[in-house]
């Protein structure tokens, strides 16, 4: 069944009911990794708790001036506003879950409208701040911040990024497509502001910037900020923007080791550039070069390791695909796909070619003697035992339920001598087995000279004749 906007189909049951699926659902490797997902929730909780506890200490240093000398004095650096904030937000973010009813979010409410309050009144407005009304209101609320030389009264800038985290902590679980995309815009909105503001911290302390050029924020501000931040970016990841850094795809993986590794790299270029401006000796006429080498060579490398990460992504990606589950060797796919390529590759070499045939016996007997778990374990013995006795670059799959083949470039004398060494391992093999599956193997094979023409398909079909004479044989003796 199809419709013009909304094409399904009908998937029939083994009971012979019918769902409907929708032919144009998000593909799966799209969809959130579940394990990172649990990993994440984990890492958000000790970020709120981190926060909490930075908050809540700066917090009782401003209320009780007592117990300022048992803390540390780092922690006076955030104001009292901005301490409630964070806790405030912490606390919302903590609250703030999914499938609740609007009762029961309404603690979320309250503590964003006390941050968004916070927030907005210590925003300054020309010469004027709304603080020093709100100060009247609750007179508990210290609005003094000047301790340290970050502290001299915050930027707005963080106000603002206090008041869209209080947002986000009311977006972030709501169920409409509109508000889900107001809280991606205001998630990035506040990613901008707090990058900007970590940006400026990290220079002035490394010396590429004065700190009255930027008056960046005081050091325990910046933590809360970029701990929420990240909080108000993982809630809700599974539906925001995101999520493509939580997939479980190629694209995935890479962005998320390669996205810390872009701003390292870009803060570290800024802070050697301004420690080079700044100084008085400095080689001002070649820190442009300079620079630009250094920046060719780093982009280089990390291209490089771009390029071999994906590269080993794509080989795995092609072993689940050409692999066996059950023994590791190659299926069918696999097999006829590198056998054919190592079979055109020794033809233009004029080499000979050789596929040989393995049937395991009595498998049937095992399963219904032993159990099928038994039958798995005589299989994958039997993938042990071919890696053994052949080549490295030999190619060894499972083309049937008890049915192995190996392709390589074999002569008559290379044939028999692995022969001979698949029957002395597996002699050696079995009576570690306790005798309760003993395995032997009948085994045929044909080998194509350098000018032949015949084709992988051909060989097999040979080398499975061959196969079974040997197998009659053995019946016979």
Known sequence: MSEAGNQCDLLAGPDGSSTMINLHAAPVYDEPSPSLLHSLFFIEQVCLGLTAQISAMALLGWLFPGLRHSLPSVLLQINGPQALSALCCSLGFFLAEPDRSPTAQLPTWIFAGITLLL????????????????????????????????NGGA?????????????????????????????????????LLVVNLFWEFTLTAAGAVTPSQVNPVSLPTLACLMLLSFVAVLSGSELG?????FG???????????????????CFREAVRGRILLSPTGPLSFVAPVLTSIATVVLFAL?????????????????LT??????????????????????????RARMPFAVLFIDLDKLKEINDTHGHHIGSAALTETAKLLATSFRENDIIGRIGGDEFAAAGQFTLDTITAIIQRLHAVTAARNPELQRRFPLSFSIGYAIA????????????????????????????A
């Open 119 to 150: 927030s907005v009144s210590s925003i300054p407005f020309g010469n004027h701040r709304f603080l020093t009304t709100f100060s009247h209101i609750v007179p508990i609320i210290p609005i003094d911040g000047s301790i340290g030389s970050f």
């Open 248 to 266: 479980s795809s190629i694209g995935s993986r890479v962005a998320r080791w390669l996205l810390p590794v872009l701003i390292f790299l870009q």
């Open 303 to 319: 291209v490089w390791v771009i390029a071999r990460r994906i590269n080993r992504m794509e080989n795995e990606i092609r072993d």
């Open 322 to 347: 050409l692999r066996d589950g059950l023994t590791g060797l190659y299926n069918v796919k696999g097999f006829h796909l590198l056998g054919e390529s190592a079979l055109l590759s020794a033809r």
């Open 155 to 191: 930027p707005a800038r963080s106000a603002i990024a206090f008041a869209l985290l209080a947002i986000v902590t009311v977006l972030v679980r709501a169920g409409t497509p509109f508000l889900h995309r107001l809280a991606n815009i205001t998630k990035i909105t506040i990613c």
């Open 449 to 476: 000279s350098g000018n032949s023409s015949e084709s992988l398909r051909d060989l097999i079909a040979k080398a499975d004749m061959a196969m079974y004479q040997d197998k009659k044989s053995a019946r016979r």
């Open 241 to 245: 923007v995101f999520r493509i850094y």
